[in-house]
């Protein structure tokens, strides 16, 4: 098969390095690519922000599947943009993307579904947050309701800086929100879930690391480094997490008439009180995938394609290899504030 990679990060160049080594995927594109990536593959100087631009290219190139590494092309549509062409496409459609795109909304279809998470508020103005955080108390959790990057989201227990972030979501655009949460107190783990809007495959647990410095401090970023497996966490914790959260999930949206077809990732935390899920992200981690994927023995371009095309049941087990994976991030100067580019 042929294959198109919509991306330009380190997650996009793993993703085409996993594919590579399926022996039934004979062509591997990225668009728009990076250095690294054309080592590997042919790049196309392609827009991902425009889904108009990305079908265009994927029946230019004839190709059998597109994966979508990125959530904001998931959210601006480039899923519904390729399926209208007639491909095969693995990500979820803009209305399904809104799991990750909004973060109100994706606390209405976990009360929906049941699924256990931290206790919370959608605030529209800073009387609003007030009151959350009085109930919550601290450490204070302040959530940017829309995408960030991995950014939005800050923990404290310096109430003016709380106060100070969600003021900054307000001003981002009107009618913005942001969401009040209780503190999960425990250590965190990153679950993947690869899904055809039915059936779900659990991958590997990994964690990642959200501070921007050393001894877990500074401002989050969207991850500096990750390793799998995690030999400290629960037997049972990818069993769990799939019957008590991913399937419910996927059944909720299939439910609502926005089936989720692509890849479902569960932050969670491991609490005293149990799990519950931090956030859900509509598609692969970075850099939690770059070690996922070193680790995964399964050809990747056939389970992709079994979920894009609702054959997900059909497939036999993953296979795994036993050895560990550890991913650094190098950042650009100022990151996550103000990263030097260029």
Same mark, same amino acid.
Request: aromatic share 4%; glycine share 10%; proline share 7%.
């Given at each position: 098969?042929?294959?198109?990679?919509?991306?330009?990060?380190?997650?996009?160049?793993?993703?085409?390095?996993?594919?590579?080594?399926?022996?039934?995927?004979?062509?591997?594109?990225?668009?728009?690519?990076?250095?690294?990536?054309?080592?590997?593959?042919?790049?196309?100087?392609?827009?991902?922000?425009?889904?108009?631009?990305?079908?265009?290219?994927?029946?230019?190139?004839?190709?059998?599947?597109?994966?979508?590494?990125?959530?904001?092309?998931?959210?601006?549509?480039?899923?519904?943009?390729?399926?209208?062409?007639?491909?095969?496409?693995?990500?979820?459609?803009?209305?399904?993307?809104?799991?990750?795109?909004?973060?109100?909304?994706?606390?209405?279809?976990?009360?929906?579904?049941?699924?256990?998470?931290?206790?919370?508020?959608?605030?529209?103005?800073?009387?609003?947050?007030?009151?959350?955080?009085?109930?919550?108390?601290?450490?204070?959790?302040?959530?940017?309701?829309?995408?960030?990057?991995?950014?939005?989201?800050?923990?404290?227990?310096?109430?003016?800086?709380?106060?100070?972030?969600?003021?900054?979501?307000?001003?981002?655009?009107?009618?913005?929100?942001?969401?009040?949460?209780?503190?999960?107190?425990?250590?965190?783990?990153?679950?993947?879930?690869?899904?055809?809007?039915?059936?779900?495959?659990?991958?590997?647990?990994?964690?990642?690391?959200?501070?921007?410095?050393?001894?877990?401090?500074?401002?989050?970023?969207?991850?500096?480094?990750?390793?799998?497996?995690?030999?400290?966490?629960?037997?049972?914790?990818?069993?769990?997490?799939?019957?008590?959260?991913?399937?419910?999930?996927?059944?909720?949206?299939?439910?609502?008439?926005?089936?989720?077809?692509?890849?479902?990732?569960?932050?969670?935390?491991?609490?005293? /009180?149990?799990?519950?899920?931090?956030?859900?992200?509509?598609?692969?981690?970075?850099?939690?995938?770059?070690?996922?994927?070193? /680790?995964?023995?399964?050809?990747?371009? /056939?389970?992709?394609?079994?979920?894009?095309?609702?054959?997900?049941?059909?497939?036999?087990?993953?296979?795994? /290899?036993?050895?560990?994976?550890?991913?650094?991030?190098?950042?650009?100067?100022?990151?996550?504030?103000?990263?030097?580019?260029?």
């Amino acid at each position: 098969m042929k294959v198109l990679v919509i991306g330009a990060g380190a997650r996009e160049h793993a993703l085409v390095n996993a594919l590579l080594s399926d022996d039934e995927v004979e062509h591997v594109s990225c668009a728009p690519g990076n250095s690294g990536i054309a080592v590997v593959a042919q790049i196309h100087p392609v827009d991902p922000l425009d889904p108009v631009a990305i079908g265009d290219l994927a029946v230019a190139l004839a190709v059998d599947l597109v994966v979508i590494g990125p959530e904001v092309p998931l959210v601006a549509g480039a899923a519904d943009a390729v399926r209208s062409r007639g491909i095969a496409c693995f990500g979820p459609s803009a209305a399904a993307a809104q799991l990750e795109g909004s973060k109100a909304f994706a606390k209405q279809v976990m009360a929906e579904a049941d699924v256990p998470t931290a206790l919370a508020r959608v605030c529209s103005n800073i009387d609003e947050v007030t009151a959350a955080m009085d109930q919550f108390g601290a450490p204070y959790v302040v959530k940017d309701d829309g995408l960030a990057a991995g950014k939005g989201v800050v923990v404290t227990s310096d109430r003016d800086h709380a106060l100070t972030h969600a003021l900054s979501c307000f001003s981002r655009e009107i009618g913005a929100q942001v969401v009040i949460e209780e503190f999960l107190d425990g250590p965190e783990v990153s679950l993947f879930g690869i899904t055809d809007g039915t059936t779900i495959v659990p991958l590997q647990p990994a964690q990642d690391f959200k501070r921007v410095r050393d001894g877990d401090e500074g401002p989050n970023t969207g991850g500096m480094g990750a390793y799998s497996p995690l030999p400290w966490a629960p037997e049972n914790l990818v069993a769990e997490v799939t019957k008590r959260v991913l399937q419910p999930m996927v059944d909720a949206m299939r439910n609502r008439g926005t089936p989720f077809v692509g890849l479902l990732y569960a932050g969670l935390a491991l609490t005293a /009180r149990g799990t519950r899920v931090i956030e859900f992200n509509a598609r692969f981690g970075d850099p939690e995938t770059q070690v996922v994927l070193a /680790r995964l023995a399964s050809p990747l371009g /056939r389970v992709l394609m079994a979920a894009s095309t609702g054959r997900l049941a059909d497939l036999p087990p993953l296979a795994w /290899r036993p050895q560990a994976a550890v991913t650094v991030v190098i950042a650009a100067q100022n990151y996550p504030e103000n990263p030097r580019t260029g």
